[in-house]
């Protein structure tokens, strides 16, 4: 990757809408579970849209591999976590498969605000449909006119493209993603503990990550350019 002024403008604008995503799913989860009567994350100071705590509850998955991942690939990847009480989550399973439901859907809502801001753009005429070559993730829309256009059409694609992403990953029913939990909600009580129990063993949070990152994309790339293709044609 080269160190042009360019890249690393528009490597600062990966990182501020990858951490302020992260920030608003993990402190939906945090919000979600202090309203459904679990203190933990509130205590821990994660309900807030704040960046800072949940950067330094989690400095490795939010500035080392987002950074890394970004020079060698360029895009972002990485993590952030809201703690909880697993004696709460047993005692109430329902209530935290509705938890682990928060994060998905803010990135949901952040998501369809991306879709606004697009709509707005074409309607003012800064933003226009890319005539050359296929879409890229972080580049769904161009600037109609060089200068601002340009920076609004990177920052709304990569806030469209990663919440997108990220909502539809969280919710593969693998654990540790939010999915595995959101399962608990159709379950009854005591299948929903036994299975909170099962899933809890760490062979398999790695095999459910393992699993999920083998096969993802395989799901990902065909609903995302359905999705894309929708937001086309209501620009």
Do not use: C
């Amino acid at each position: 990757m080269d160190a042009s002024p360019e890249t690393l403008l528009y490597g600062v604008a990966w990182y501020v809408v990858f951490v302020f995503s992260l920030t608003v799913h993990e402190a939906s989860h945090a919000w979600a579970a202090l309203k459904l009567g679990d203190e933990t994350a509130y205590r821990g100071g994660q309900v807030t849209l704040n960046p800072i705590p949940h950067i330094l509850r989690e400095p490795f998955g939010t500035v080392v591999v987002p950074l890394l991942s970004f020079a060698l690939m360029g895009w972002m990847m990485g993590w952030a976590s809201a703690p909880y009480d697993p004696h709460w989550a047993a005692r109430h399973p329902k209530r935290a498969g509705l938890m682990a439901l928060a994060g998905p859907v803010s990135n949901l809502v952040l998501m369809l605000l991306a879709a606004v801001g697009l709509k707005i753009g074409f309607a003012t005429g800064y933003l226009a449909v890319p005539t050359e070559g296929p879409f890229d993730i972080d580049h769904i829309v161009v600037g109609a006119a060089a200068g601002a256009g340009d920076g609004l059409a990177a920052v709304l694609s990569i806030l469209f493209s990663l919440n997108f992403l990220l909502f539809l990953f969280n919710l593969v029913p693998l654990p540790p993603l939010d999915g595995a939990a959101v399962v608990q909600l159709v379950l009854p009580h005591s299948w929903a503990v036994r299975y909170q129990e099962f899933v809890a063993q760490p062979m398999f949070a790695l095999l459910g990550l393992i699993i999920a990152w083998r096969f993802f994309g395989a799901i990902f790339w065909p609903v995302y350019f359905v999705v894309v293709t929708l937001l086309y044609l209501t620009l």
